[in-house]
């Protein structure tokens, strides 16, 4: 039993340590919308009015393998691209939107997220 129970603290603490080094959920750490840089403030205007997008892999699914937003089924987020000044390519930063209206907002393609508070 002793091995068990120490077996649970040490995963435990793993676990812990894991959300600590890679953000967490992105439940903890929000923006309200007056925040975001107005590039992403217009990706947002978009999404709410169903488009029309600039980029063909605007709306495509957003699987999670990071497991950084919260755990959903397949096919509950939709990505979309928020344009950065002076990239050529559609860049790093994104608006992920979840089926239920939620809105997280990622600057550094998916290492990190910002639930959008309205």
Same mark, same amino acid.
């Given at each position: 039993?002793?091995?068990?129970?120490? =077996?649970?603290?040490?995963?435990?603490?793993? *676990?812990?340590?894991? =959300?600590? =080094?890679?953000?967490?959920?992105?439940?903890?750490?929000? *923006?309200?919308?007056?925040?975001?840089?107005?590039?992403?403030?217009? $990706?947002?205007?978009?999404?709410?009015?169903?488009?029309?997008?600039?980029?063909?892999?605007?709306?495509?699914?957003?699987?999670?393998?990071?497991?950084?937003?919260?755990? %959903? @089924?397949?096919?509950?987020?939709?990505?979309? $691209?928020?344009? $950065? @000044?002076?990239?050529?390519?559609?860049? @790093?930063?994104?608006?992920?939107?979840?089926?239920?209206?939620?809105?997280?907002? $990622?600057?550094?393609?998916? %290492?990190? =997220?910002?639930?959008?508070?309205?």
């Amino acid at each position: 039993m002793r091995d068990g129970l120490r =077996f649970l603290v040490v995963l435990l603490l793993v *676990i812990g340590s894991a =959300f600590a =080094f890679f953000g967490g959920p992105a439940e903890s750490d929000g *923006i309200a919308v007056a925040d975001l840089p107005p590039e992403a403030r217009e $990706t947002l205007a978009l999404i709410r009015r169903g488009g029309p997008f600039p980029y063909d892999r605007d709306g495509v699914v957003f699987n999670n393998f990071e497991k950084r937003l919260p755990i %959903q @089924p397949r096919g509950y987020y939709r990505e979309y $691209t928020v344009n $950065t @000044p002076g990239r050529k390519d559609r860049g @790093p930063r994104r608006i992920i939107a979840g089926r239920d209206r939620e809105y997280y907002y $990622t600057a550094d393609h998916y %290492q990190s =997220f910002r639930r959008i508070r309205e």
